[in-house]
């Protein structure tokens, strides 16, 4: 019976090492994020005044063109981006980039 129970204690102790083992592993893989997944979550959030395109709202589809960019003038969000860029249409500017009437 003691065999038995030293066996089973060795078998949960291999079991418990090897589960820490993989943990580590997994912690210290990188994680590979598709190229397009990637932009996406870099667009999040960057909201940009749509002037070239004539759309009277702010877009965020990663096309903000680089002088944006590099101006300052890429916004937080859809509302912060209205306000400031198109604040005598607001609420239009809100309606055509997306957000829902209980939004504004």
């Not at 944006?68 to 912060?80: C, V």
């Amino acid at each position: 019976e003691e065999a038995e129970e030293a066996g089973t204690a060795a078998a949960l102790a291999d079991l418990i090492a090897a589960v820490e083992t993989a943990v580590v592993e997994a912690m210290l893989d990188p994680v590979v994020i598709p190229e397009a997944v990637a932009t996406l979550i870099e667009n999040i959030g960057s909201y940009y005044p749509d002037w070239n395109g004539g759309t009277q709202t702010c877009k965020n589809d990663g096309n903000a063109p680089l002088y944006m960019k590099r101006g300052g003038f890429i916004m937080s969000g859809l509302e912060e981006c209205c306000t400031k860029y198109y604040s005598w249409e607001k609420t239009k500017c809100l309606q055509l980039g997306g957000a829902s009437v209980a939004e504004f």
